[in-house]
Antibody
Framework: QVQLQESGPGLVKPSQTLSLTCTVS??????????WSWIRQPAGKGLEWIGR???????NYNPSLKGRVTISVDTSKNQFSLKLTSVTAADTAVYYC?????????WGQGTLVTVSS | DIQMTQSPSSLSASVGDRVTITCQAS??????LNWYQQKPGKAPKLLIY???NLETGAPSRFSGSGSGTDFTFTISSLQPEDIATYYC?????????FGPGTKVDIK
């Protein structure tokens, strides 16, 4: 059973970079033809797809984030990461990592990131 | 981007009732649609994939149907543990998009 766990700072200052890591256990991040994804959810609101990375390293991002997003993978640590630059209060949300292979069948528990000075 | 709409935005029903939620896509997404259940403070949980396939382990009272632009999610007999928000999600085109959610409550 694949498990995902997000980690990273819970508080980020405006204009700085949000950095999160997702650790995958119960399976290799390099196998299984999964897309490793980030999704976020502001408090009381819906789900927003941020982007994904394939095991080959190819990436896709949501254009709404205007080039502020980078997703990378570290196969040696079985982790993938999210960087979101120039954050504002609008980036305050619960951030989830999830695996996709036709559907999001495995999710992390989510981590709240607050953007505030 | 493909816009997803859901109706109703919320509903209240009695235990044992049949509950139906609709999801509409702004363009043809074939059957590339999934349904998720999210309980407060928890990550979403996959219930239905490819519009009509029940995820392993999900109760059989959940079902889905539809293709193209119009989809339906049904709970055949509402149970107290079904209190949650339900989201549809298209994966036909990037960026993937989710519906705004339907909050289900017990009357």
């Amino acid at each position: 059973q694949v498990q995902l766990q997000e980690s990273g700072p819970g508080l980020v200052k405006p204009s700085q970079t949000l950095s999160l890591t997702c650790t995958v256990s119960g399976g290799s991040i390099s196998s299984g033809s999964y897309y490793w994804s980030w999704i976020r959810q502001p408090a009381g609101k819906g789900l927003e797809w941020i982007g994904r990375i394939y095991t080959s390293g190819s990436t896709n991002y949501n254009p709404s984030l205007k080039g502020r997003v980078t997703i990378s993978v570290d196969t040696s640590k079985n982790q993938f990461s999210l960087k979101l630059t120039s954050v504002t209060a609008a980036d305050t949300a619960v951030y989830y990592c999830a695996s996709f292979r036709g559907s999001y069948d495995y999710w992390g528990q989510g981590t709240l990131v607050t953007v505030s000075s | 981007d493909i816009q997803m709409t859901q109706s109703p935005s919320s509903l209240s029903a009695s235990v044992g009732d049949r509950v139906t939620i609709t999801c509409q896509a702004s363009q043809d997404i074939r059957k590339n649609l999934n349904w998720y259940q999210q309980k407060p403070g928890k990550a979403p949980k996959l219930l239905i994939y490819d519009a009509s396939n029940l995820e392993t382990g999900a109760p059989s009272r959940f079902s889905g149907s539809g293709s193209g632009t119009d989809f339906t999610f049904t709970i055949s007999s509402l149970q107290p543990e079904d209190i949650a928000t339900y989201y549809c999600q298209q994966y036909d085109n990037l960026p993937f998009t989710f519906g705004p959610g339907t909050k289900v409550d017990i009357k």
